[in-house]
């Protein structure tokens, strides 16, 4: 439903807006333009979409996951150190953040959310340190390659699709950073 | 540095590929059979882009999206945030394809290689759809009390989005 309210809401807004600034005409133009231009947007972001996830089915099928997942181990369990000991925890959370580092989305949500029932066991019905850790590390965005948007870039005609790296990394480094901060300093100021 | 990052897509898939290759995994298969999924993942987002792109293209039309960003222009120049992406900030955390929608506008309206573009694929590149992450894992975890967790990841999200200009600022310009 909170889609639909929010589609309405842009809709109406735009008729009521356009309207009081004389831009009725443009807004019954742009109402028959941008479904034709979605349409237009996904074909030419196929190609480059479809590649890349041909590559990450290759990473996935070659262990590549599995190994990261080794490596991020010792981090991790400082980060969430009540579940340190908690081998199936600890799987789960490093398979989780592996999948999202690879943009491997569709395999870290049931990692993560498998985490996360088992780290509730603790704490049922109460979102504990740990818990809170995790959600808040999946709601920032640490995928490595962000093809979607690559390929929207490509899609509008930019000849390096792929030069926004550098600042993705930095800004997802940042807003990760931001989170942990947060909820490493909240849980000493919460109470209940 | 670069050659490094424009050679980094054909060197991660060469790598990818002999990594694989390596640990035996049919390589071409993989490719294959994921190349296939990605047209999944393309029909899925088809119906909601349809939709969504053409209430943004109707929101931008009318000059509500004009209005909004001179209304909040002086707080987020302040903040060196483009005003253009105003519509992007307000939808990111709560909608994946709203926000793809209204991202792929500012990319295509102002040019994928412009200021506002880049920021605007910075921005989509760096952050999650919160709310439905939120969502999603308190609701098959069975928690109610979610004490802290929604501010701290609306830090990370503002963080995001400042960082995403700033980073834009710093490589590009």
């Known amino acids: ?192 | 540095m670069d050659l490094l990052v424009t050679m980094l897509v054909p060197l991660i898939m060469a790598g990818v590929a002999l990594y694989a290759m390596a640990r035996r995994v049919d390589v071409y298969d993989a490719l294959v059979q994921g190349a296939g999924e990605g047209l999944g993942v393309l029909l899925r987002i088809v119906p909601s882009l349809v939709a969504l792109l053409t209430a943004v293209y109707m929101l931008r039309a009318s000059g509500a999206l004009e209005l909004a960003a001179q209304a909040l222009s002086p707080l987020l120049s302040a903040l060196g945030i483009p005003p253009e992406t105003v519509a992007l900030l307000l939808v990111r955390p709560v909608s994946g394809s709203a926000a793809l929608g209204v991202g792929a506008e500012l990319i295509t309206a102002y040019g994928p290689d412009s200021l506002v573009g880049r920021t605007a694929a910075v921005m989509l590149g760096s952050t999650e759809t919160t709310f439905y992450t939120i969502a999603v894992y308190f609701g098959a975890a069975g928690i109610a009390k979610t004490r802290y967790a929604v501010p701290a990841a609306l830090c990370a999200d503002l963080a995001g989005f400042l960082a995403a200009a700033w980073a834009v600022r710093v490589v590009f310009y």
């Open chain 1, 1 to 192: 439903m909170a889609m639909a309210v929010l589609w309405t809401g842009m809709v109406a807004a735009s008729i009521l807006c356009g309207l009081a600034m004389g831009n009725g005409p443009a807004v019954a133009a742009a109402a028959m333009e941008g479904a034709a231009a979605a349409v237009e947007l996904c074909l030419s972001m196929a190609g480059m979409l479809c590649l890349w996830m041909g590559v990450m089915e290759v990473m996935k099928r070659s262990g590549l996951s599995e190994g990261l997942s080794r490596l991020l181990r010792p981090v991790l369990k400082r980060l969430y150190p009540d579940f340190a000991g908690d081998r199936a925890v600890m799987d789960n959370i490093s398979a989780n953040v592996s999948a999202n580092l690879l943009g491997l989305g569709n395999a870290a949500t049931p990692l993560g959310v498998q985490a996360a029932r088992l780290m509730s066991r603790r704490t049922p019905g109460t979102a504990s340190d740990s818990l809170c850790m995790l959600v808040v590390c999946n709601t920032a965005s640490i995928q490595l390659i962000p093809t979607t948007v690559a390929s929207v870039r490509q899609a509008a005609g930019c000849a390096a699709p792929f030069d926004i790296l550098p600042a993705v990394w930095l800004a997802s480094a940042l807003s990760v950073a931001a989170g942990i901060t947060a909820a490493k300093v909240l849980a000493r100021l919460w109470r209940g």
